[in-house]
């Protein structure tokens, strides 16, 4: 524990340690999904379709002339006839009849999950705070995701931002409705890359603090060596 660079070394590992740990879990939790998991945004239209089951969205707006016009309303998602729509409020884009229609607050996808070989339609929603703030904190931000199976089975997951991570997949499948980035487990990876983070710290000081350790117990082990040790 003498060797200078040794006690820099761990100095440096030491508070660098919990954000690339973080980083890593990130990374790892980004690639397990990607593994078992093809999701495909529906851009060209407001519906999809699953097996014979069809979802679509829809509204009361007229269609729009003006590519800038907005309108608050209520978008109906409907499954095979069948309104299982949540009454909350969106921004409606009343000159797109694409995905562009509910941008922000309300996606269509389809989710391919290799592990078990089946196929649904995913319809993401942001609901809002879950209790009346200023400002509206992300931690109590709901969402809402809606699960259509190629049986007809409706299945629906409501939840906080902070319940994000379990399971993962639904980092991916409210990212298009969270109006900021977003990360699995925290959102450290999200923010706009500066020289001082994360260049600076973590990786470059926690590179340089494990290089020091390396290196500070090879001069240890040197000096330590024994005759018998040669």
Known sequence: MKNRLFILGVLLIGISAYPL???AREIATDRAVDARYTIEPVFGALQARVQEHLVRLEDDQPTSANPEERVEGVVRIVVD?????SGAKVRIRPYFQDANRYHGDVALMTILDHESGTTRIAVSQHLGPSVIAIPPWRSIQRYRVLFVSSNGAIDEDLFNYDERDSPPIRVRLIAPV???PIGYHSDLMQVWPTLWYPLL???LSGLIGFVLTVRG???VRTRNRTPRDA
């Not at 006839?81 to 729509?85: A, F, K, L, Q, T």
């Open 201 to 203: 710290y973590p990786w």
């Open 178 to 180: 969270v109006p900021h």
């Open 217 to 219: 117990i090879v001069i």
């Open 21 to 23: 740990i973080l980083m």
């Open 81 to 85: 006839g069948r309104d299982v729509s």
